[in-house]
């Protein structure tokens, strides 16, 4: 499966944006992460195929919203009261789900989010 992101770009502190990420076939688990200039990735959201179930880290538990639509393979991060720390390349995942990278296959090419403050 490949998995294809979008949405990012310049927004201002307390803007929105909303990210997405199609994928060629059908997926089970889906996750965002996200890395910054000298940070490691870390885990944003993730959603099962059913959407039933959804995890959040904390620094954006409220902020944002992971959903899907399997109908047309893609997933969505709406990202709302956005901070300058949230800055980073956003990646989309496919795999077992959770919050460690090690547990997804296959992984999108990334796009940037920058917030002004």
């Known amino acids: 499966v490949q998995l294809q992101a979008s949405g990012g770009g310049l927004v201002q502190a307390g803007g929105s944006l909303r990210l997405s990420c199609s994928a060629s076939?059908?997926?089970?688990?889906m996750g965002w992460f996200r890395q910054s200039p000298g940070k490691e990735r870390a885990f944003v959201a993730a959603?099962?195929?059913?959407?039933?179930?959804?995890n959040y880290a904390d620094s954006v538990k409220g902020r944002f919203t992971i959903s899907r639509d399997n109908a047309k393979n893609t997933v969505f991060l709406q990202m709302n009261s956005l901070q300058p720390e949230d800055t980073a390349v956003y990646y989309c995942?496919?795999?077992?789900?959770?919050?460690?990278?090690?547990?997804?296959?296959?992984w999108g090419q990334g796009t940037l989010v920058t917030v002004s403050s």
């Open positions: 076939g059908r997926t089970g688990w």
């Open positions: 959603i099962g195929r059913s959407s039933v179930i959804t």
């Open positions: 995942a496919g795999g077992s789900g959770g919050t460690y990278s090690r547990n997804y296959d296959y």
